[in-house]
Every structure is written in structure tokens, then in C-alpha cells.
């Protein structure tokens, strides 16, 4: 079964200050690795990773895959009350009767003080 | 905003009680699906729907009972639903059916008395 950790659980931190946060899998057949942040209700897609090594950048956010190591880190610089939210990582399944499955991990939420 | 557009936004129903869910999207997405979302938990894959057919059916009750009129729309019927059934149930969509780059609507939030 597929299974997608994220770490930490939750994280406090104060405007400015620089996060990452941790996403390690185990998948069969893996596609792609994605990032989501939920904040209210709908998650919003942040970054899409499919190959090692190469850093996805949107902003002050950040991402990068290792598929040896089986993890992607997301990180955010000169953090804002904004970024307040959960943040969800989640794997794609390419393979078998799970294709096209995507499964998230728990999620982090991040809580950012003025 | 979403480009994903669910309704209704809340609901309240009882165990006997039969309600759909409703779920929209114009970006000519092929693929649709459900999630159920409880509270601190993240997202778990019901159903996909692709060309408007069903190619997953993650195992879920069939008190849920999922339709795709046309490529637009995405309905979940529910009829004799528990309180443990009580959830936020999300829909999205995306371009192909393998999932990538899910557009997710705000989702209804579903208490069951």
C-alpha cells in the first residue's frame, strides 16, 4: 500500500523566520510527488515534482525531489501570517489497479505569528 | 478562486434523509473525482470518474452512490448515511486521469445527524 509521512506534524514560527518541511513516500509505481496548501476548504496546488534534483520555485516557496531518497522538502523563506495553512504532500501512482491514485500524507500545519 | 464549484457549501441531514452533492467545473477537465476529508485528516480518494466513466471505486459504502452526467458535472448521491459519514467531501478535477495537478473545489461540509 502507498503510503505517504509527513513531518512535522505542526510547526510555529514567527514572520521572517525560514521553514522546511518534510515529505518521505513509499510508492509501487511512482509518477509524480505534489505539494498542496489547504487553508480553509480547497487545497491549492503548489508545485508538481516528477524528477530528481531539480528545484521548483514559486516566490518565496521552494521544492526539490529526491527519488533515491524517496523525500521532497518544501521550503518557505521569510515566512508570513499568510502562510498560516496545512500543507499537503501527496504521491501519484502510475501502476496496476492504482493508477491514477493519488495519496496524501497527513499533512503539516504551519502557524505563523505576526 | 476556484475554478471547481461545489454545492451545497454545508449540510445537514438526517440517517433516512436522501441528498446529492454537486460539483462543477468549465476548464474541459476529463477527469473528476471525490474525496472525504474528516477533521485534521488528509484527503482519501473515493471515486475518479474519466470520460465520464468510473475507473475507481476506492471501495466506498454504497450509500454513496457517485454520477457524471456529462464531462462537467460530478454528483454524489448519499441515502442512509451514518454520523461517522459526517465530513468534508471534496471534489476536483484535472486534465487526464493520472491525477496530476487536481484542481480541488471548496468542498461541502456534510454533518449527519
Known amino acids: 500500500e502507498d503510503k505517504v509521512v509527513q513531518s512535522p506534524l505542526s510547526l510555529v514560527v514567527h514572520e521572517g523566520d525560514t521553514v522546511t518541511l518534510n515529505c518521505s513516500y513509499e510508492v509501487t509505481n511512482f509518477r509524480s510527488l505534489l505539494w498542496y496548501k489547504q487553508e480553509k476548504k480547497a487545497p491549492t496546488f503548489l508545485f508538481m515534482l516528477t524528477s530528481s534534483g531539480i528545484e521548483k520555485k514559486s516566490g518565496r516557496l521552494s521544492s526539490i525531489l529526491d527519488k533515491k531518497e524517496l523525500f521532497s522538502i518544501l521550503n518557505i523563506t521569510a515566512t508570513q501570517t499568510g502562510d498560516s495553512a496545512i500543507y499537503l504532500c501527496a504521491v501519484l501512482n502510475a501502476g496496476g489497479t492504482s493508477y491514477g491514485k493519488l495519496t496524501f500524507g497527513q499533512g503539516t500545519i504551519l502557524t505563523v505569528h505576526p | 478562486d476556484t475554478e471547481v464549484t461545489q454545492t451545497p457549501k454545508h449540510l445537514v441531514m438526517g440517517m433516512t434523509n436522501k441528498k446529492s452533492l454537486k460539483c462543477e467545473q468549465h476548464?474541459?477537465?476529463?477527469?473528476m473525482y471525490w474525496y472525504k476529508q474528516k477533521a485534521k485528516k488528509p484527503p482519501e480518494l473515493m471515486f475518479v470518474?474519466?470520460?465520464?466513466?468510473?475507473?475507481i471505486n476506492e471501495s466506498v459504502p454504497s450509500r454513496f452512490s457517485p454520477e457524471c452526467p456529462n464531462s462537467s458535472l460530478l454528483n454524489l448521491h448519499l441515502h442512509a448515511l451514518q454520523p461517522e459519514d459526517s465530513a468534508l467531501y471534496l471534489c476536483a478535477s484535472s486534465a487526464r486521469e493520472n491525477g496530476e495537478k487536481l484542481f480541488f473545489g471548496s468542498g461541502t461540509q456534510l454533518s449527519v445527524l
Open positions: 476548464m474541459g477537465h476529463r477527469a
Open positions: 470518474y474519466s470520460y465520464e466513466k468510473l475507473s
